[in-house]
């Protein structure tokens, strides 16, 4: 008969469950969370890879020195910042409004859910294509304007040369693209609502509308948390579809600070500045993050038990 | 097969979280004992603790002289029927009986014989290609059960395996369990919040309340000197009433309340001056006085039940009455707001301190 | 007239439901519509409907441009990510979905965090350790970047599909005599392939679809993925419209022959990480 302390089978399957994690959680510190770490390196030094003699000397904060002092930045963030509030606005109302129709409507359901992953799906790439097509200048929008009579046929609108305009299919695109896949989830948030918890506050004599404040909104809670994370993040990132739409353009007037940082990067070969740039991407990704947990106080883990 | 012994286990969730306190229980090889209590009382938990699905914060698990509680479920070789029967669903009936044998290296040629005679024993020779999927209940139920003989373990842990069957199906497969226990001579742990199925099933009854074993005892004991005023009233029903009242020693001991007041024959030299107790009576103990009364008690409530009836009653006292519940006969004739004398009889009274609601005492006489 | 009022509300939703599908179908249907156009009708006023379809489009995408070989770069290394990402993936998240161990919470939050944070910040470092490995413009050099984003998209994903099993049905398992490894092998990975395949479509879509690493990383048209390939297309005097939209139509192709069959697991799936996870 052996001896073992109360505690081995605990520490087997720990054992266990470590040989499984390691695999993966070494893949991603190797290729993410390694260069990660160089980045912040590179953003300290001069590293140009056009003038490879100058070797990579230690400059300090030289290099976001020099970002936060170029107007082009501060537009690039600004750009973002805006990119990302009207979307992200933008996309959870109408979704929201999207799913609490879907979630009346019975029939035909399999056949909106293929649509609503239809642009999900796609490239990005290729859904900033569609659009650049559709607001050509010869385009079927100024086609359709132009037959309304509301644009002079002779002097078509060319929105990708006005500065503010551009971002109208810009913003369009994102709209349609991401729209329906917060709608699929807003969707499940809401069938996770009891529906017996809405006969009782009719039987209560509430209103659809103290209905939605008092029930949906509140039990919707963690689902809109998740898709305003979620989708505050990724427009925070965005980089295809203006690549693809407007390239930044005209000039530098729709340039998102993901595509800034890509020019300076691969474009300008400047490893060194581009890291910074990168640097402060990250540090701004990460505040939004911890601001909205912090805000709405739900935990992301948390697990309903 | 072999006996259990759990020597003062403990397991705390979390922080701070009881679920099994301090618990001593042995189980005799061969014996079929009912873990019962309500939901949240532990009782699955220490099920789970034998099995080896949970480790003990502290305290040993023995299996017949061997100290298990370090084992894996896998070395501990018993078997264990769920709730929800677990059977695995990508696996036919017979690769199911079959996988605990394979686990355990048997040669395929015994498997074989084994699953083919555990399947005549149940009825389920027909059954073996299906997969789990396609079986009813009752079917499942059986393949449960199946898979657990067949491995010819050294102990059967049944997780209410009934409660998912119903009611008809339920009084059948309790007999037939008893029958199994018999023929099997297997040491049986049995769970279950059904106080009905534990009295009928149990050479012993183990009653647990808030991670505490409260009484092991057989049922019939359980149910005539319930050792706390919890397992009185959570063991019967309908369940036992209970009333607050004060012992009192004037020469000889008597009970007294607004509603009643009555001389106790008890050994006087266990009671000592005046203290407050808690009366259980049994509604079926309760009997109509043929001469000077205990208390009178107004009707409230009629249940007929068929061959018995159940009567809500209020005992008359200063207050607005205390709530009682008894039996009669089906037979009597009784109406709303009639006035009865009631007889308690002595020998079937049960006192229990109201503290922790400890027995008190000898039964009284 | 409260009948007529409920009547009108639903009569509203249709509508709205109607326009709302009609606004996410009409860009497929235009894209595609065009790309059998010929050129001259792509642009001005065109009808709904073409009066004249032609495939030139299509045979010049194939004869001029190869698009052969991104539509091979994008498999390969959508296809390779995918692997990688749902063998490795699948321990990783059992581990964390269902053994008892130290520091799940931790890898958990860990994994999460590295899904939200932007590709951008790790281009530049990337790129010089590929440089260094010599993997700048080969399959390898796309396939490790893009573990960065599918391995923990393939983990979540997973977690959240096993914490759905039945556990039971494990210590099931354990109490028959099984290993936990057995158990793994013999009772949770068989019941398991619809989360696994679910995870593996998701994967794959999100790889099929990545440009930033596909552009960084990549030099020329011999291993440039589709993304990266239709984004670059140059024409000589003018954008090559008809081409463009050929391509973007086939490039739509997999994702939506893979969501018409599957689209109801991908729903759940989708959804089951992010709104109970």
């Known amino acids: 008969m052996h001896e073992r302390p109360n505690h081995s089978t605990e520490k087997r399957e720990a054992r266990l469950a470590w040989a499984f994690v390691l695999p993966a959680l070494s893949v991603v510190a190797l290729i993410a969370i390694f260069p990660l770490l160089w980045t912040f390196w590179e953003s300290l030094h001069v590293h140009d890879l056009r003038m490879p003699w100058r070797g990579n000397p230690f400059v300090g904060l030289e290099n976001y020195r020099e970002a936060f002092t170029e107007p082009r930045f501060w537009q690039a963030l600004g750009h973002t910042l805006f990119f990302t509030a009207i979307s992200v606005a933008l996309e959870v109302v109408l979704g929201l409004i999207l799913a609490l129709a879907l979630n ?57 040369g006005h500065s503010l305009l551009a971002w109208t299919p810009v913003i369009l695109a994102d709209v349609w693209k991401t729209t329906p896949f917060v709608t699929l989830l807003l ?76 020019t300076r990067l691969m474009n300008n070969l400047r490893f060194g500045y581009g890291s910074a740039l990168s640097v402060i991407v990250f540090l ?20 309903p038990q | 097969m072999a006996s259990i012994r759990l020597e003062k286990i403990e397991k705390v969730f979390g922080k701070n979280q009881a679920a099994v306190r301090s618990l001593d229980l042995e189980i005799a090889d061969g014996a079929f004992v009912v873990l019962v209590g309500p939901s949240g009382c532990g009782k699955s938990t220490t099920l789970r603790i034998i099995a080896g699905l949970e480790t003990p914060t502290r305290g040993k698990v023995f299996l017949g002289e061997q100290d298990v509680t370090a084992f894996s479920p896998q070395e501990r070789d018993l078997a264990m029927v769920f709730q929800s029967y677990a059977l695995y669903p990508h696996k036919a009936v017979r690769q199911n009986l079959e996988f605990g044998l394979r686990m355990r290296g048997v040669a395929p040629a015994v498997i074989s014989e084994r699953v083919e005679r555990i399947a005549k024993v149940l009825g389920l020779e027909t059954l073996l290609e299906r997969k789990p999927g396609q079986l009813s209940g009752g079917q499942r139920q059986r393949v449960a059960l199946g898979r657990a003989i067949v491995r010819e373990p050294k102990a059967f842990l049944l997780d209410e395996p009934l409660s998912n069957l119903d009611a008809k199906l339920r009084v059948q497969t309790r007999a037939e369990l008893s029958r199994m226990h018999r023929q099997l001579s297997a040491t049986m742990v049995y769970v279950t919040h059904d106080q009905e199925e534990a009295m009928t099933l149990g050479d012993q009854i183990a009653v647990m309340n808030q991670g505490v074993l409260e009484q092991v005892a057989p049922p019939l004991e359980i149910y005539r000197r319930p050792a706390t005023a919890f397992v009185a009233g959570f063991i019967g029903s309908p369940t036992m009433n209970f009333f607050r009242c004060t012992l009192r020693q004037d ?47 107004r009707v409230d409530v009629i249940q007929p039940l068929g061959n018995e009836m159940v009567q ?13 519940m008894m039996i009669v006969p089906a037979e009597m004739t009784v109406q709303i707001n009639d006035q009865l004398g009631l007889h308690f009889p002595r020998e079937r009274l049960h006192l229990f301190d109201t503290g922790p609601g400890r027995r008190l005492g000898a039964a009284p006489r | 007239m409260i009948r007529a009022l409920v009547a009108l509300r639903s009569a509203a939703i249709v509508l709205l439901i109607g326009a709302i599908v009609l606004g996410i179908l009409f860009p497929f249907y235009w894209a ?18 073409p009066q004249e379809w032609v495939t030139e489009h299509y045979q010049k995408l194939f004869d001029e441009r190869n698009f052969w070989v991104p539509i091979r770069n994008s498999l390969i290394v959508a296809g390779a990510t995918t692997f990688l990402c749902v063998v490795i993936g699948a321990f990783c998240a059992y581990a964390v979905a269902r053994l008892q161990f130290r520091g799940k919470a931790p890898i958990l939050g860990f994994i999460l965090a590295v899904t939200m944070f932007p590709q951008i910040t790790i281009v530049s470092p990337l790129y010089l350790l590929l440089r260094e490995l010599r993997l700048i413009n080969t399959y390898p050099g796309l396939v490790f970047p893009y573990l960065t984003f599918a391995m923990p998209l393939t983990v979540w994903l997973l977690v959240s599909f096993f914490r759905q099993l039945p556990r039971e049905l494990e210590e099931a398992g354990l109490i028959d005599g099984a290993s936990r ?47 990266v390939a239709i984004a670059l297309f140059r024409g000589q005097y003018q954008v090559p419209w008809g081409q463009i939209l050929a391509a973007a139509s086939l490039a739509t192709a997999p994702a939506a022959i893979l969501i018409v069959i599957f689209q109801r697991r991908i729903v759940t799936g989708l959804t089951a990480g992010a709104v109970k996870g």
């Open chain 2, 312 to 324: 809500h009653i209020k005992l008359l006292g200063q207050d607005n009455g205390t709530s009682a």
């Open chain 2, 251 to 297: 020469g000889t001991p008597r009970l007294r309340s607004s509603c009643f007041d009555i001389a106790l024959n008890v050994d006087a030299s266990l009671l000592t001056g005046e203290r407050e107790v808690l009366l259980g009576i049994r509604p079926q103990d309760i009997r109509l006085a043929e001469g000077e009364a205990d208390s009178q008690a």
């Open chain 3, 32 to 49: 595609i519509v065009a790309s059998f156009r010929p050129e001259t009708e792509l642009f001005g006023t065109p009808s709904l409907w």
């Open chain 3, 181 to 227: 490894l057995r158990v793994f092998w013999e009772i949770v990975l068989p019941l398991s392939w619809p989360g696994l395949a679910t995870t593996a479509i998701i994967t794959f879509i999100y790889c099929w679809n990545e440009f930033l690493f596909a552009l960084s990383f990549t030099l020329g048209p011999e291993r440039q993925t589709v993304p």
């Open chain 1, 284 to 303: 701004v990704t990460f505040l939004l993050a911890v601001v909205y947990i912090r805000a709405l106080g739900v935990k992301l883990t948390e697990k």
């Open chain 1, 104 to 160: 009346r409507a019975y029939r035909g359901r399999g056949f909106v859910r293929v649509l609503v992953l239809l642009p999900w799906a796609i490239p990005t790439v290729v859904a900033a294509l569609l659009w650049r097509f559709i607001f050509e200048e010869r385009g079927i929008v100024n086609a359709a304007l132009i037959n309304a009579g509301a644009m002079d046929g002779a002097h078509p609108l060319v929105w990708f």
């Open chain 1, 187 to 262: 969707l499940a948030g809401l069938q996770n609502i009891d529906s017996t918890l809405y006969e009782a506050a009719r039987m209560d004599g509430a209103s659809p509308w103290m209905q939605f404040t008092n029930i949906t909104l509140p039990l919707l809670k963690p689902a809109l948390l998740v898709v305003l994370i979620f989708r505050t993040l990724d427009a925070f990132r965005v980089f295809d579809l203006i690549y693809v739409l407007t390239n930044g353009g005209p000039g530098t007037s729709t340039e998102p600070i993901a595509l800034y940082t890509f």
